[in-house]
């Protein structure tokens, strides 16, 4: 089965033209914690992807993948 994907973080950070380093540094989060987060194999805590959202200047909702 494969994995799931939850966030379109990676997704989105392409789009806004950052990169995983520069978003661990602005929140003091460890690179290999942001590229788990970009992965999928571990999900930042609800705060935080509102804190993500806002560093990107997006709606929170476009940091996940629709369920529906």
């Keep these: ?3 799931q994907k939850y ?4 997704i989105v ?3 806004k033209e950052k990169s995983a ?4 540094e602005v929140t ?4 290999s ?3 788990r987060w970009c992965t999928n194999d ?8 509102y804190e993500i959202a806002e560093l990107l200047d997006v709606d929170v909702r476009e940091l996940f993948i629709p369920s529906k």
Excluded: C, H, Y
């Design 7 to 10: 966030n379109r973080i990676k």
């Design 21 to 24: 380093k520069w978003l661990a």
């Design 28 to 31: 003091g989060k460890d690179k």
């Design 13 to 15: 950070l392409a789009e």
């Design 1 to 3: 089965m494969p994995k």
């Design 42 to 49: 571990m999900q930042p805590t609800i705060e935080t992807f």
């Design 33 to 35: 914690t942001v590229s």
